[in-house]
Nanobody
């Protein structure tokens, strides 16, 4: 099993910055890609960014340039730096890890692990 704990959320004014952090514990060897998702009030959860264990990143096009995802495999953490924040960035931000298992010399996706979420509020 894998446990994910997010931190770093809070209240920030438009144009400000925040850095979120996600710490993973448990069966770390069973983690492949990790990512950040967010959910605004009354809206569906949406992808923000993902990053592989090798450092390859993928961003939602509208957020690329303002948000940066990074990963420290040695510390089992993934971070999301958010700049030039807008009110529409408000929501609960969730950390996700893709679980894998090794079977007969191959890796197979087994499911996702999710953190509890951290609130980000952008308001003046």
């Amino acid at each position: 099993q894998v446990q994910l704990v997010e931190s770093g959320g809070g209240l920030v004014q438009p144009g400000g910055s925040l850095t979120l952090s996600c710490a993973a514990s448990g069966s770390i060897s069973g983690i492949a890609a990790m990512g950040w998702y967010r959910q605004a009030p009354g809206k569906q959860r949406e992808l923000v960014a993902t990053i592989t264990s090798g450092g390859k990143t993928n961003y939602t096009d509208s957020l690329k340039g303002r948000f940066t995802i990074s990963r420290d495999n040695a510390k089992n953490t993934v971070a999301l730096q958010m700049n030039s924040l807008k009110p529409e960035d408000t929501g609960v931000y969730y950390c996700k890890a893709a679980g894998v298992t090794y079977w007969r010399r191959s890796y197979y996706y087994t499911g996702d692990y999710w953190g509890q979420g951290t609130q980000v509020t952008v308001s003046s």
